[in-house]
């Protein structure tokens, strides 16, 4: 069995007390809060089964590690998506899902960004996001936080070698566009209906030479005003949700995750 980590917020807990109650092992809330959000967090707690411990909010702080714990935290079993990122898309074809949708972040290291991405990406109904092992934030209890859930429904695969991955991508028919600056196309004369991995480098650096030169295509984001490139959490949800608003606008809903 895998060694306990630490969720905290009334999100990253919630989630987890709805898709696997089971891998908790203890609850610690804040007595002093009384809210109806605590209330109502608890009452979800009990009907779980879980163990409630009273604690105070600084016993929360350092369990969790962060003062922005909202008075919750739990001690969980880590719970794995065991499948490859193979395995997952054999399932989405057996599944019928004809057109997936894939998030590849090249070099973001700060949580609080991949935690971002990962909202948006549960909220665009991407089916996986995909990070190398090296220069890449891996999930940790404020990824989840930040997250607000995703980070346990969103598949999130650090890959060894990125440029290899993609290409073999490529061989299943998936589309990898790459995000630059400097791209002759911008996102919106781009067709993101088909089978595509949308693809975004750490701010400031981008992507990396080897990422960008696996690309089938390159697309830039308009910037109309003075400042010259979006945060990547950002710049996810301006790429996610036109590839979403594209698919809606065919009659292709997102499709259900496997």
């Given at each position: 069995?895998?060694?306990?980590k630490?969720?905290?917020?009334?999100?990253?807990?919630?989630?987890?007390?709805?898709?696997?109650?089971?891998?908790?092992?203890?609850?610690?809330?804040?007595?002093?809060?009384?809210?109806?959000?605590?209330?109502?967090?608890?009452?979800?707690?009990?009907?779980?089964?879980?163990?409630?411990?009273?604690?105070?909010?600084?016993?929360?702080?350092?369990?969790?590690?962060?003062?922005?714990?909202?008075?919750?935290?739990?001690?969980?079993?880590?719970?794995?998506?065991?499948?490859?990122?193979?395995?997952?898309?054999?399932?989405?074809?057996?599944?019928?899902?004809?057109?997936?949708?894939?998030?590849?972040?090249?070099g973001?290291?700060?949580?609080?960004?991949?935690?971002?991405?990962?909202?948006?990406?549960?909220?665009?109904?991407?089916?996986?996001?995909?990070?190398?092992?090296?220069?890449?934030?891996?999930?940790?209890a404020?990824v989840?936080?930040?997250?607000?859930?995703?980070?346990?429904?969103?598949?999130?695969?650090m890959?060894?070698?990125?440029?290899?991955?993609?290409?073999?991508?490529?061989?299943?028919?998936?589309?990898?566009?790459?995000?630059?600056g400097?791209?002759?196309?911008?996102?919106?004369?781009?067709?993101?209906?088909?089978?595509?991995?949308?693809?975004?480098?750490?701010?400031?650096?981008?992507?990396?030479?080897?990422?960008?030169?696996?690309?089938?295509?390159l697309?830039?984001?308009?910037?109309?005003?003075?400042?010259?490139?979006?945060?990547?959490?950002?710049?996810?949800?301006?790429?996610?949700?036109?590839?979403?608003?594209?698919?809606?606008?065919?009659?292709?809903?997102?499709?259900?995750k496997?």
């Amino acid at each position: 069995m895998s060694s306990p980590k630490v969720l905290f917020g009334f999100h990253a807990v919630g989630v987890r007390l709805k898709t696997a109650p089971k891998s908790i092992i203890e609850v610690y809330f804040e007595a002093s809060r009384r809210d109806a959000r605590m209330r109502q967090f608890l009452d979800r707690a009990k009907e779980a089964g879980v163990r409630l411990i009273e604690a105070d909010s600084l016993r929360i702080a350092k369990l969790a590690g962060s003062h922005g714990h909202q008075g919750v935290a739990a001690r969980v079993e880590e719970v794995k998506d065991t499948r490859t990122l193979d395995e997952l898309l054999d399932d989405l074809e057996e599944a019928g899902v004809k057109a997936p949708l894939l998030l590849v972040l090249d070099g973001v290291t700060d949580p609080h960004n991949l935690g971002a991405c990962l909202r948006v990406a549960d909220g665009a109904g991407v089916h996986a996001v995909i990070a190398p092992k090296d220069h890449a934030a891996g999930i940790n209890a404020t990824v989840a936080k930040v997250a607000s859930g995703a980070a346990e429904t969103v598949p999130y695969f650090m890959v060894t070698n990125l440029a290899r991955t993609l290409n073999e991508l490529k061989d299943r028919g998936i589309w990898i566009i790459g995000t630059s600056g400097d791209a002759d196309k911008h996102l919106y004369q781009m067709d993101l209906t088909g089978p595509t991995a949308l693809v975004l480098g750490a701010e400031g650096d981008g992507m990396r030479q080897l990422t960008r030169k696996t690309c089938d295509a390159l697309v830039s984001i308009p910037m109309q005003g003075a400042v010259e490139s979006l945060n990547v959490s950002v710049a996810s949800g301006v790429c996610l949700y036109e590839a979403l608003r594209q698919r809606l606008g065919q009659g292709i809903a997102a499709a259900p995750k496997v």
